[in-house]
């Protein structure tokens, strides 16, 4: 066993769980629909030998705050718990147990994931991998499944992996000793000077009262097709797009047009970590400025301007900046959050079986408001996780339903 200190990100994380892990909300679940004859002794190789290639999904951690400390084990077998889905109908009561495991809170302190096999038929299952957010990512879940496809024989060979997460942890502490943190501070203290989070209308709630909850719609092929076109003629990405569209329905609903979200950028900067699974991502704070009368091709501009700033300065964690860089010292900053997923991959097999990434509406989230979207088969699944303890229902489906229309408002003009 090796022992190293806990990266900026997973002590904020480890703080934010005491305070918001009710439900899980600090797991961060990949499940994997498998259809077909599944080899269950390559799955439970492939999984090793996964645990084995990537030091994170065997770390454990123990302390608090600045001592957190990440404890990185020795490979070891995988253990692959088994559970029958028994059920008049086999699909409801596998969203009822998949909702059930992914709320269990994983208990990093003594193993990061907990990996379970739902069989509904011989030739029909559900993989699980339950993983604490403090040794994955967004990125680091795509790596997952393209890797376990591989390990367990249905994909290329695998490159090296030329940096653990533990090399990463120094290079960060170097980084944030020289010029170049340096440079990124001065950007964000001058781009978030007398910033303020939405006034989205909350309430005041008990500490302690959290309670999760979510609403979920769909954008159609064809309207994501359309601003797909749209952003390719204004030289953006649709993940501006996206954004944009969000910053009109935030404008309409409290009146602002200095608006403020916060989303996660992936910071993998350096070709090192291109194949490194752990927590990397860091928090960005989204300010644009929207007047009233711009139509959304100005919108989309300024839009993007912000994000290229972010991708530019994404090194530095948010939790760094001084504390009374933002105007309102009794709010977060993550209260309100934008987040849209990569591409799911498809065409995937494992062990033997065919395999379709399943997304969970039922996560519990860590945010007061947080907007997900999903690509999923052209089309994208809108979803909206939030803290029903402080947020309204009504509102939360106004956000959402709001979010569809302006979409469709955009793409018939």
């Known amino acids: 066993m090796r022992q190293l200190p806990a990266s900026v990100a997973q002590r904020l994380l480890w703080v934010l769980e005491?305070?918001?892990?009710?439900e899980g909300a600090a797991n961060c679940p990949i499940?994997?629909?498998?259809?077909?004859r599944l080899d269950e002794e390559r799955l439970s190789e492939g999984l090793s030998a996964l645990t084995a290639r990537h030091e994170s999904l065997r770390t454990t951690f123990t302390g608090r705050g600045a001592r957190l400390t990440q404890l990185v084990h020795e490979p070891q077998p995988v253990r692959l718990h088994h559970r029958d889905v028994v059920s008049g109908d086999p699909d409801s009561g596998l969203r009822e147990a998949i909702t059930d495991e992914v709320r269990l809170p994983v208990d990093a302190e003594r193993w990061p994931t907990r990996i379970t096999l739902f069989r509904l038929a011989d030739d029909d299952h559900c993989l699980c991998i339950n993983l604490h957010h403090a040794v994955t990512d967004g990125s680091s879940c795509g790596l997952i499944v393209r890797d376990l496809q591989s390990l367990t024989g249905a994909g290329p060979p695998l490159p090296r992996v030329r940096w653990q997460y533990a090399q990463f942890c120094r290079w960060q502490e170097e980084w944030l000793a020289g010029p170049g943190m340096r440079e990124d501070r001065a950007y964000w203290t001058s781009h978030l000077a007398g910033a303020?989070?939405?006034r989205v209308p909350v309430r005041e709630a008990a500490?302690?009262?959290?309670?999760?909850a979510s609403v979920t719609d769909t954008i159609d092929a064809a309207t994501v097709s359309i601003l797909e076109r749209i952003a390719r003629g204004h030289r953006t990405t649709l993940a501006s797009a996206m954004l944009a569209i969000y910053y009109l329905v935030l404008r309409e609903l409290t009146a602002d047009d200095d608006?403020?979200?916060?989303s996660f950028l992936a910071n993998r900067t350096r070709a090192e970590l291109r194949d490194t699974v752990g927590l990397l991502a860091n928090m960005a704070v989204l300010r644009?400025?929207?007047?009233?009368?711009?139509?959304?091709g100005e919108v989309l501009r300024r839009t993007h301007a912000t994000a290229m700033g972010a991708f530019v300065h994404q090194r530095l964690p948010y939790q760094l900046l001084r504390g009374d860089t933002f105007a309102e010292p009794g709010r977060r900053p993550d209260d309100v959050m934008f987040q849209m997923v990569p591409e799911l991959p498809g065409n995937l097999r494992v062990a033997g079986a065919e395999a379709e990434i399943v997304v969970i509406d039922q996560l519990a989230s860590r945010f007061?408001?947080?907007?997900?979207?999903y690509p999923q088969n052209g089309r994208h699944r809108v979803v909206l996780c939030y803290n029903r303890a402080r947020l309204d229902d009504d509102v939360a489906k106004r956000l959402v339903g709001d979010y569809i229309a302006t979409a469709k408002t955009v793409t018939s003009r």
């Open 18 to 22: 005491r305070f918001r892990g009710e």
């Open 31 to 36: 499940v994997l629909r498998l259809r077909g």
């Open 207 to 212: 500490p302690g009262s959290w309670v999760s």
């Open 288 to 296: 644009t400025r929207i007047g009233g009368q711009d139509d959304f």
């Open 196 to 198: 303020r989070v939405p």
């Open 259 to 262: 608006l403020v979200v916060a």
């Open 368 to 373: 007061e408001c947080e907007f997900q979207i």
